[in-house]
Nanobody, 114 residues
């Protein structure tokens, strides 16, 4: 049974930081590409950042220089460190694992507001 569980969301003021964590269990291993996506109200789900199985990372232009994705293959976790948060970063953040098949977590809400 594959399971992705996100944590770390919450309410933060503009300019603040949050650290999201995704814990993966089941058959997910280092072959999987792991990524974070987000969906704001009334908008489509979009890529935030991804770390592929070889370790290379890719970021949405809107978060480059502010967000950092990292993975720990031994612990099957993926971290998204978010700094200098803006109100437009408000969304539900989802963890995704992809290797032939797609797996998604249920999401964690990030609200950036004063």
């Amino acid at each position: 049974q594959v399971q992705l569980v996100e944590s770390g969301g919450g309410l933060v003021q503009p300019g603040g930081s949050l650290r999201l964590s995704c814990a993966a269990s089941g058959i997910i291993d280092s072959r999987y590409d792991m990524g974070w996506y987000r969906q704001a109200p009334g908008k489509q789900r979009e890529l935030v950042a991804v770390v592929i199985s070889g370790g290379r990372t890719n970021y949405a232009d809107s978060v480059k220089g502010r967000f950092t994705i990292s993975r720990n293959n031994a612990k099957n976790t993926v971290i998204l460190q978010m700094n200098s948060l803006k109100p437009e970063d408000t969304a539900v953040y989802y963890c995704r694992a992809n290797y032939i098949l797609d797996y998604w977590g249920k999401g964690t809400l990030v609200t950036v507001s004063s």
